[in-house]
T-cell receptor
Framework: KAGVTQTPRYLIKTRGQQVTLSCSPI?????VSWYQQTPGQGLQFLFE???????NKGNFPGRFSGRQFSNSRSEMNVSTLELGDSALYLC??????????????FGPGTRLTVL | QQQVKQSPQSLIVQKGGISIINCAYE??????FPWYQQFPGKGPALLIA?????SEKKEGRFTISFNKSAKQFSLHIMDSQPGDSATYFC??????????FGTGTRLQVFP
């Protein structure tokens, strides 16, 4: 079974631009979560989608948005990029969500650098 | 209430030694406590997880100890190997809510 794939793997943008990141979950998984990983803040939850609906949201500004398609693939968009948005963006998929009986599988991440 | 505090930030252990990483939480509603292992350039991978109805879970060289009354849980790596060198994250969640991660521990095992 193929794992979680994220594209692109690396991205360089300038301040003020917008960016779209893509995540393809493991086949059959309906839950996709997004996390931002930085050296200073660690792993922070952005949002989770389940069956095309946003089910949970973290404490990030409205510049961060996402969506999930009917095939469970998910995209994350960041508008008006700021230097502080430079981070590794991780996508995780699971069958039902981050529960005690379900396992989240992480992709390799997209490294975003904002200049 | 939502925080998970992890220590130490970094750990250096001799090959064959025991590595111990600790986490503490505040929200008593948390019911799922996983540990993730992350190698450079890779996403985190689930290592081992525990629920609060047991005090210990062992999988190979990895053991989670859970103290519900103290709201603490820890990861013990027995017979640590250089291949265990990675960053380890504890996490917690309740129901289908988001995973709250600790800040990570960078483990280096020297031969």
């Amino acid at each position: 079974k193929a794992g979680v794939t994220q594209t692109p793997r690396y991205l360089i943008k300038t301040r003020g631009q917008q960016v779209t990141l893509s995540c393809s979950p493991i086949s059959g998984h309906r839950s996709v979560s997004w996390y931002q990983q930085t050296p200073g803040q660690g792993l922070q939850f952005l949002f989770e989608y389940f069956s095309e609906t946003q089910r949970n949201k973290g404490n990030f500004p409205g510049r961060f948005s996402g969506r999930q398609f009917s095939n469970s693939r998910s995209e994350m968009n960041v508008s008006t990029l700021e230097l502080g948005d430079s981070a590794l963006y991780l996508c995780a998929s699971s069958l039902l969500g981050p529960t005690s009986t379900d396992t989240q599988y992480f992709g390799p991440g997209t490294r975003l650098t904002v200049l | 209430q939502q925080q998970v505090k992890q220590s130490p930030q970094s750990l250096i252990v001799q090959k064959g030694g025991i590595s111990i990483i600790n986490c503490a939480y505040e929200n008593t509603a948390f019911d799922y406590f996983p540990w993730y292992q992350q190698f450079p350039g890779k996403g985190p991978a689930l290592l081992i997880a525990i629920r609060p109805d047991v005090s210990e879970k062992k999988e190979g060289r990895f053991t989670i100890s859970f103290n519900k009354s103290a709201k603490q849980f820890s990861l013990h790596i027995m017979d640590s190997q250089p291949g265990d060198s990675a960053t380890y994250f504890c996490a917690a969640s309740k129901d289908t809510d988001k995973l709250i991660f600790g800040t990570g521990t960078r483990l280096q095992v020297f031969p």
